[in-house]
């Protein structure tokens, strides 16, 4: 294959080079295109641009292959913790055991919020979204920890990276006591990071909680499943923030609201509410004709995704570890027969094969989370837990490239051009 791209433009011939990575596609390196011929690219959603280079996450979405650091998902979901995955995204290689234990003792020792954020809560109403608390409160930890927002220093990116993957648990626990009116509970130390969330969570100081060990398998697992997903449209929000050389935690709300979406993070809570709302398997024909439907704008929410056109590998994880909490939690719940009869026939349908469509992540991640006991507002909250490891690290990563620029793209212009002002009295 030639390491060139010719491209004829304006009576220009002009040449770029290829560039490979260590795996995946080639990238056409288009940087001088507009000093050498006047023209931009035009490619909105992104689908064929490389927006950065990147050693964290590799995905092929035909193969439904996601590797962090090299390591298939898989395997991590399989073997590992989300404390491991998250030194692996922040430092490239797995932890050894004295690295690792280093690692979840600062995490651990950084989960609590500077007292005054307990006031700040208040300021929201009771029925706030767990997401605009989240947006709120992670945007505002810039004004108490002054000390870490200097992001040219790799020590203050470092703390206030731990800062944030340590805080986020505390910082979503406390979102759901507020709206359920019950009492902020503080980290306890001998807990695991996920444990602890779930005490956080789900305890009260009146009794002692016990964390299910199955429960606290399964929601670790989920994490490490939402670690970090290449250059999604949140990451790359966290990104783009961040070329402008914001603070982290300025950043990292961007992130948080970019994922909010339906179209994104906000995909399990949708996921689960159209689950419930179909209720009983008679009733999915009815519904996979109306996502078939041109002139419906309904979509089977948790179906398809921009990235992987064969399977998504989480999806399989996901729907292993739904078993497992069922039988631990001694629970049934038909919403899950529906989801099992509604990926079995819509992966029948010819306009779901046709479309490549198939369960993603979020297709079953609802039904655990509900049936660990979250409400569907807390999903994304949750989602976005999570991914704060993958913000961090990806932005850590940016502000380490030499070639990193504010990201500021351009435009196909289509308004009006250049036209005289005319006074109201004339108009
Ligand atoms: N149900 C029915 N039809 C669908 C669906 C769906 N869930 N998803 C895509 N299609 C159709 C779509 O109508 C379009 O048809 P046509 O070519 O005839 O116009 C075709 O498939 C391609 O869709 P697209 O919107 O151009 O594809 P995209 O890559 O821009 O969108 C997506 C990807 C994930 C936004 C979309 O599949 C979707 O809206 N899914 C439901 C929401 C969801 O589950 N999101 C979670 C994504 S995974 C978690 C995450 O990473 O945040």
């Not at 430092?91 to 989960?111: A, M």
């Not at 980290?187 to 429960?215: C, I, Q, W």
């Not at 179209?263 to 996921?271: D, F, I, Q, R, V």
């Not at 502000?399 to 212009?413: A, M, N, T, V, W």
């Amino acid at each position: 294959m030639s390491d060139t791209a010719k491209l004829q433009i304006a009576g220009k011939d002009v040449e770029y080079p290829v560039l490979k990575g260590s795996t995946g596609p080639d990238v056409v390196d288009i940087r001088k295109l507009y000093a050498q011929t006047g023209a931009f690219t035009y490619d909105p959603g992104f689908t064929s641009t490389a927006s950065c280079e990147s050693g964290l996450t590799f995905i092929d979405g035909d193969e439904g292959v996601l590797l962090h650091r090299g390591y298939p998902i898989g395997q991590l979901a399989e073997n590992s913790s989300f404390m491991e995955v998250s030194y692996l995204l922040l430092n490239g290689e797995l932890p050894t055991q004295d690295e690792l234990t280093k690692f979840e003792n600062t995490i651990t020792r950084h989960t609590m919020l500077h007292e005054q954020l307990a006031t700040f809560y208040r300021g929201f109403r009771r029925d706030a979204h767990p997401m605009a608390v989240m947006c709120g409160v992670v945007g505002a930890l810039s004004a108490f920890y002054h000390d870490s927002t200097d992001i040219t220093d790799p020590q203050q990116r470092m703390i206030a990276s731990h800062r944030l993957i340590a805080k986020m648990p505390t910082i979503a626990a406390m979102a759901y006591k507020y709206s359920v009116g019950q009492p902020f509970l503080y980290p306890k130390n001998d807990l695991s990071y996920t444990g602890n969330f779930l005490r956080m969570t789900f305890g009260v100081p009146a009794e002692e909680y016990e964390v299910n060990p199955v429960v606290e398998k399964a929601l670790d697992r989920i994490f490490i499943l939402h670690a970090d997903h290449e250059q999604n449209a949140s990451t790359s929000t966290v990104r783009l923030a961040g070329s402008s050389g914001a603070n982290p935690f300025a950043c990292i709300a961007a992130g948080i609201a970019c994922l909010w979406g339906p179209a994104h993070g906000g995909a399990n809570e949708a996921a689960l509410n159209m689950l419930h709302e179909i209720g009983r398997p008679e009733r999915i024909p009815e519904f996979i004709a109306r996502a078939k439907d041109k002139n419906d704008p309904f979509r089977l929410m948790g179906f398809g995704h921009r990235v992987y056109k064969n399977y998504d590998p989480r999806a399989t994880v996901m729907q292993k570890t739904v078993r497992e909490v069922f039988a631990s939690l001694n629970v049934s719940d038909p919403v899950f027969e529906v989801a099992l009869q509604l990926e079995e026939m819509a992966l029948k349908d010819d306009y779901f094969v046709e479309k490549k469509l198939f369960p993603n992540v979020d297709f079953y991640s609802g039904v655990i989370l509900s049936a660990i006991g979250f409400p569907t507002t807390m999903f994304t909250a949750l989602f976005a837990l999570a991914r704060t490891v993958g913000w961090v690290a990806q932005w850590n990563e940016m502000i380490s490239d030499p070639e990193q620029k504010i990201g500021r793209p351009r435009q196909l212009y289509t308004g009006p051009t250049q036209r005289d002002y005319v006074p109201v009295s004339q108009r």
